[in-house]
T-cell receptor, first 115, second 117 residues
Framework: AQTVTQSQPEMSVQEAETVTLSCTYD???????LFWYKQPPSRQMILVIR??????QNATENRFSVNFQKAAKSFSLKISDSQLGDTAMYFC????????????FGTGTSLTVIP | GAVVSQHPSWVICKSGTSVKIECRSL??????MFWYRQFPKQSLMLMAT?????????EQGVEKDKFLINHASLTLSTLTVTSAHPEDSSFYIC?????????????FGPGTRLTVL
């Protein structure tokens, strides 16, 4: 069974500061994809960043980067220079590469950026 | 990125009536679409996988006779909540798989808020 765990239900960060959201997962699959999605108050799911499990290099997208530790099954998201628009729910998601594209989502972390 | 639309964005209905929600992929073809349900401040729960031209695959515990899914074309999937009751009130989100993308990622619609009175 695949499970995704986000142990921080709520977090806050001062504007311009850096924050890290944690995510761990459990799987027996050897190849898979990992994603972070953002869900702002509008409820639209927005892809923030993605990582292929076979790539050792951590993915980076502007102010967003991940720390992917495959052996530890950890996939944390770092947001640098936090902005007010980063306030949202953040979901970590896992997708095995050899199934029907089903995503497994974590329970989410509510991030508030404080001005 | 690819765009997925949902219609309506918000619907209020009386208990016992049926409601249809549409999910469209606007600029790509989606052989597979997914329907999720999300309760307030909770994660997305996969309800069913919709495949073009075939029957949907429902997750355990989801009543297929209550949540009818039709994927009649490569750009449209519909979810019909039949004989809706207040406990069906929720936020419904669809997503579509863009096979042309290297990650086979899913693109999400903006969601539909259903309120059953």
């Amino acid at each position: 069974a695949q499970t995704v765990t986000q142990s921080q239900p709520e977090m806050s960060v001062q504007e311009a500061e850096t924050v890290t959201l944690s995510c761990t997962y459990d799987t027996s699959e050897s190849n898979y994809y990992l994603f972070w999605y953002k869900q702002p108050p509008s409820r639209q799911m927005i892809l923030v960043i993605r990582q292929e499990a076979y790539k050792q290099q951590n993915a980076t997208e502007n102010r967003f980067s991940v720390n992917f530790q495959k052996a530890a099954k950890s996939f944390s998201l770092k947001i640098s220079d936090s902005q007010l628009g980063d306030t949202a729910m953040y979901f970590c998601a896992f997708r095995p590469s050899n199934t029907g594209n089903q995503f497994y989502f974590g329970t989410g972390t509510s991030l508030t950026v404080i001005p | 990125g690819a765009v997925v639309s949902q219609h309506p964005s918000w619907v209020i209905c009386k208990s016992g009536t049926s409601v249809k929600i549409e999910c469209r992929s606007l600029d790509f073809q989606a052989t597979t679409m997914f329907w999720y349900r999300q309760f307030p401040k909770q994660s997305l729960m996969l309800m069913a996988t919709s495949n073009e031209g075939s029957k949907a695959t429902y997750e355990q515990g989801v009543e297929k006779d209550k949540f009818l899914i039709n994927h009649a074309s490569l750009t449209l999937s519909t979810l019909t909540v039949t004989s809706a009751h207040p406990e069906d009130s929720s936020f419904y989100i669809c997503s579509a798989r863009d096979v042309a993308g290297g990650y086979n990622e899913q693109f999400f619609g903006p969601g539909t808020r259903l309120t059953v009175l």
